[in-house]
T-cell receptor
Framework: KQEVTQIPAALSVPEGENLVLNCSFTDSAIYNLQWFRQDPGKGLTSLLLIQSSQREQTSGRLNASLDKSSGRSTLYIAASQPGDSATYLCAATNYGQNFVFGPGTRLSVLP | NAGVMQNPRHLVRRRGQEARLRCSPMKGHSHVYWYRQLPEEGLKFMVYLQKENIIDESGMPKERFSAEFPKEGPSILRIQQVVRGDSAAYFC????????????FGDGTRLSIL
């Protein structure tokens, strides 16, 4: 059974800093992994989807990597801004199964 | 191109009443997923539907909960005889096909049980 964890649970950084969020999964036979952000009282916004055959995906200041052998994914945020403050969730899916979400990392970027 | 639409945004029910949550997927999406987010907990998968079919309901409680996605109209998550523990945010997501396509989420329905 797939289990997903995320560390740290919360992170506070000054504006402009580069940061890394970590996601670990127990079953390395994943099909894909998706990173989301959730703003308070809102739904989830899809950030990046990495397929099992890919090592990384980039979108603007965001870069997500995937290492299936170690069961890890990282989300790198460059030059953080106060508008990046949100909860970041990773979710993994195995073939024929549905997403298993991690508990999230609450990010605060201080101006 | 409207995103995933959920209504109502907030729903208040008394214990024992029924709650109906609606989800209209993005245009062109025929796959719908329901998730529940309990206070201070992560998102948990409940059920996956295609038009007129339940594909996977492994995450849905066996009693009081049901879901449908009719040929016409939105997907409905129905909770009968609600209890305090049903208070949560219920999110719907849709995708064009299941595999290797990102799921797009609605803003959720926040259900409060008095």
């Amino acid at each position: 059974k797939q289990e997903v964890t995320q560390i740290p649970a919360a992170l506070s950084v000054p504006e402009g800093e580069n940061l890394v969020l970590n996601c670990s999964f127990t079953d390395s036979a994943i099909y894909n992994l998706q990173w989301f952000r959730q703003d308070p009282g809102k739904g989830l916004t899809s950030l990046l989807l990495i397929q099992s055959s890919q090592r990384e995906q980039t979108s603007g200041r965001l870069n997500a990597s995937l290492d299936k052998s170690s069961g890890r994914s990282t989300l790198y945020i460059a030059a953080s801004q106060p508008g990046d403050s949100a909860t970041y969730l990773c979710a993994a899916t195995n073939y024929g199964q549905n997403f298993v979400f991690g508990p999230g990392t609450r990010l605060s970027v201080l101006p | 191109n409207a995103g995933v639409m959920q209504n109502p945004r907030h729903l208040v029910r008394r214990r024992g009443q029924e709650a109906r949550l609606r989800c209209s997927p993005m245009k062109g999406h025929s796959h719908v997923y329901w998730y529940r987010q309990l206070p201070e907990e992560g998102l948990k998968f409940m059920v996956y539907l295609q038009k007129e079919n339940i594909i996977d309901e492994s995450g849905m409680p066996k009693e009081r909960f049901s879901a449908e996605f009719p040929k016409e109209g939105p997907s409905i998550l129905r909770i009968q005889q609600v209890v305090r523990g049903d208070s949560a945010a219920y999110f719907c997501a849709s995708s064009p096909i299941q595999d290797n396509q990102p799921q797009h989420f609605g803003d959720g329905t926040r259900l409060s049980i008095l």
